[in-house]
Structures are given as C-alpha cells and as structure tokens.
C-alpha cells in the first residue's frame, strides 16, 4: 500500500455474508482477523481491492457504516430462510406459487417444470399482474428454484 496515501481514498464495493455462500469464517485481509461471518470489499482509487472485517473497513472509508451493511445482510439472511416455509399454494396448473404484497404491489413468484427437460425447474415473478420476468436458468429442485427467485427479488427490490 503506498504511504502517502490518505484513509479517506478507500471506498466500500459490496459486502458478503460468507455463511450465505458456505464459506464462512472468513479472514480480514488487512489485520489476519479469521472469525468473520461478514466481508467487506473496499477498493482504492490508485487500483487495489481489499476484502476486510468490520472494524477494518470502517477504518479504511470514511462515512461507511459496515454495521449497517452486515445488518443488512443478517436480516436478508433470516428472510431467506423463512422464505421456503412461506404459504406456498398450488395454482390450477399444479405449479406452486406465492403471493404476497411489496410496497403496494402484489408479487407473485411461480415454480414451474422446465419444458425441455421436465426434471429440472424453472421460476417467474411477476408484479401487478404484469409480464413475468424469470432469472436465469433451471434448477435442480423447486427450492432452489425458489431460492433463485428470492435472491433475484432481493436485488431488484434492494431488500
Ligand atoms: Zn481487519
């Protein structure tokens, strides 16, 4: 790391919940801290990323609340894993669906059997009754599939 360089130049780019991506505990790259849960990316306007701790990233960016961010994901984390146990129904055509509201707006997430290969399965969200969007893929089983659209819903939602 160049010596000149000020603490204010650092600056946050994601954070990662390593107990979501099966990779916990995690290691602070900055103090050798290995108990993490939580990561932070932090990257230098001179070219250089960082993967830290809590207490280093809050150090390295001014004004970033890490806290907040690994709130953010302990929360999100929680609601995944509720989110299979959620009040599924079966539609007409056998598929399993949610309702729920967001915001305002009714939110309907539908599993379905892939048509080309029947074994794997596929999901749609769609809001308001509008045009279903579907994330990428098929998936081994209808809870990954489910799973799939939770993690696309979080993103588009910034749940
Ligand atoms: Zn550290």
New binding site residues.
């Given amino acids: 790391m160049p010596k000149l360089v000020t603490k204010t130049a650092w600056q946050p780019i994601r954070a990662t919940d390593l107990r979501l991506t099966g990779a916990e505990p995690g290691t602070?790259?900055?103090?050798?801290?290995r108990d993490l849960r939580f990561l932070h990316v932090v990257k230098h306007p001179n070219g250089g990323q960082l993967t830290?701790?809590?207490?280093?990233?809050k150090r390295l960016c001014y004004g970033y609340d890490p806290e907040r961010a690994e709130n953010r994901l302990r929360n999100l984390y929680a609601r995944r894993s509720r989110w299979l146990t959620r009040n599924w129904a079966t539609s007409r055509k056998g598929n399993e669906t949610l309702k729920f509201n967001h915001e305002g707006e009714t939110v309907w997430v539908t599993i379905f059997a892939d048509k080309r290969d029947p074994k794997l399965f596929c999901c749609s969200i769609s809001v308001d009754g509008g045009k279903p969007f579907f994330p990428s893929g098929n998936f081994v089983s209808a809870d990954v599939a489910k799973l799939a659209a939770f993690d696309q819903l979080a993103e588009t939602c910034e749940w």
Avoid: K, Y
């Fill in positions: 602070c790259e900055r103090c050798g801290r830290v701790g809590c207490e280093c990233a």
